[in-house]
């Protein structure tokens, strides 16, 4: 199989066995990557379980493209029932980048699937055939990096790719990340606490068999063709420009100003500092820089590195020294414990709000949440909740259910204006819905608050592509709105930023950008890079072909554009059929009510709020054209079976649940 490894790995730590399964069972329907995942799921996952369950599935996947010289073809799937998601757990997904994800193709394996729960801790070694479930006890503890280096060491070669949980992860805390190298890590979702609680400690993975490519020449001249053409997500396309020209990412990307806070430069940790460009496997973008400063940890450093930093304290500029090298480290610490560092962004402005309204105080918590940003802050807030101490034990629960518990939820969380404890981001307080943090504010674009309200968690871990267009580009609007016919069918798919609109057009662009990030997660390609909407050569609209050119010239398989387009629909209605019989309903498929209720301020994006009315009946737009049930949300038998999914209305009619 071109482009395929062939083999699905199963794990049951349970049982202590393993065993293989053919790809080609689910290639031609499903392709790989979250299409895998969400096939054995549906197939085999009770709608009840807890994510905690030894028999709950953890998935790792990669697609047919990963491997090969496709530029930003290096992503990991993790997939699962998520611990995090609110009000209930769902089944969604996360990704990671580096070279853990090729490293287990060239192992012989196109996806890995774990179920059961170890009698102690554990770790798996994965070496081409040989799979080991080896003994983690000694381990056990280690924070992420220590994991990493200590596994490598046990099986004897550092050319090995580690994944690893912290203490956070061991813990069960419900945002517990999964990390890869320094800089890379399986963020939104707690898949880390899945791992904890099948006490698996680490996955180490050593490939030899490489991957075989029915047109060599025609990837090469296809990566040729797109590598000066992609427009860097979050950049603008004179932005993209400049960045292929001296791959400075920090100095020249819109991401360096605003919101990369000011002092990166200051230290030097920019350019200067930079020993060398990274990035993930065979990827010719290499966005990440090496730098080596005196006074901080040398190593790997994205362009979210001090971005991320900035959020855990959302606050910017920061106030003196002492509170920007606290920022850097509790990012640090963040990764090490293994804590989704995105989670701060909306649990530090409700503490600061229920602190200044008395609510909370520093003596009862344990937490000088009064000293914020400073470092006695964020370091005992960290250790607090990766060990479940004290009040870390209710935060350890994430956001939502910790307001829940404190009894603030609605209140003083979902239906307040946290914007004067969120510092210089976007998103009063971070909270974007289903138990998530808010990324990109809906009220500027309503084709975001549609995606953020129709998925299982936030949506940007795959979907950037509208913000892409119309906040990022640089591009005028009349411009913008010329691009749009071209990608989304209308001009009228966009609005200019803070002027929502709430049309069938602006639904219909929603349902094809969420075909193509299914695509993406199912190739598996990076949502920085695709899809290319926009051209940096041409300074117009991008070539939405290539991965269906990509996937042609790998696989052997002649895919057209409109082909792997309705795989993407095929994809989604699977993943909407798992929400319903996890008792999802066109009323969950909101936002908070702080969105309708308050304008958005920042200067960058002035918004008035959503209007209810107007979005329930955006709402139905979308039904309708998806071919779902207005009244219910629920897929239509009719549409079920046009993509090949007649077992899964099947399934939902025994259940009740079709439209």
Known sequence: MYGYAGRILRVDLTEGKTYTVSTTTYADRFLGGIGFADKIYWDEARPDMDPFDPESLLFFTVGPLTGTLVPGSARTIVAGKSPITYPRPAYTRSSFGGEWGPELKFAGYDCLVIKGKAEKPVYLWIQDDNVEIRDATRIWGADAYATQDLVKREVGDERAQVVAIGP????????????????????????????????????????????????????????????????????????????????????????????????????????????????????????HNYCEVPGFPGGEISCLQWWYANLITNRSPLPDEKAERATWEAKTLADQYGLNAYEFMQ??????????????????????????????????????????????????????????????????????????????????????????????????FILDALLWAMYSRDPFDHAHEDTNLVFWSGLPFEEQKKIAKEIYGSENAIHPIGKPEYDEDKARAVIIIENRANVKDALTLCDWLYPMILDAVTGGVGDLTVESKFFTAVTGKEMTYEELLKIGERLWNLERAIMVTEGRTRKDDTLPDLYFMYPQKAPEIPSPPIDREKFEELKTHYYRLRGWDPSTGYPTEEKLKELGLEDVAAKLREMGKIG
């Not at 001249?221 to 603008?236: G, K, Q």
């Not at 307001?403 to 609605?410: F, I, N």
């Not at 979902?414 to 289903?434: C, I, P, T, W």
């Open 168 to 287: 956070a992860g061991e813990k069960l805390v419900r945002f517990a990340c999964i990390i890869h190298r320094r800089a890379r890590a399986a963020g939104q979702g707690g898949f880390g606490a899945v791992m904890g609680s099948k006490n698996l400690k680490a996955i180490a993975v050593r490939g030899t068999k490489g991957v075989a490519v029915a047109d060599p020449e025609g990837v090469l001249a296809l990566r040729e063709y797109v590598t000066p053409r992609f427009v860097i997500c979050c950049s603008s396309i004179e932005d993209s420009r400049r960045f292929h020209a001296t791959r400075d990412h920090w100095n020249i990307t819109k991401m360096a100003n605003p919101w990369i806070p000011p002092f990166i430069k200051k230290y030097g940790l920019d350019s200067r500092g930079r020993v060398r460009n990274t990035g993930c496997f065979a990827c010719p973008i290499g966005c």
């Open 347 to 444: 649990m530090i402005p409700l503490l600061r709000a229920l602190h200044a309204d008395g609510i909370i105080d520093d003596e009862k918590t344990g937490i000088p949440i009064s000293k914020f940003p400073d470092r006695e802050f964020m370091v005992t807030l960290l250790r607090k909740i990766t060990y479940r101490e004290g009040f870390g034990d209710i935060l350890a629960e994430g956001t939502w259910r910790a307001a829940e518990k404190l009894g603030v939820l609605e209140e003083h969380f979902l239906k307040r204006d946290l914007g004067e404890f969120s510092g210089s981001y976007f998103v009063s307080g971070g909270a974007g819905g289903h138990g998530f943090s808010g990324h990109y504010d809906p009220r500027a």
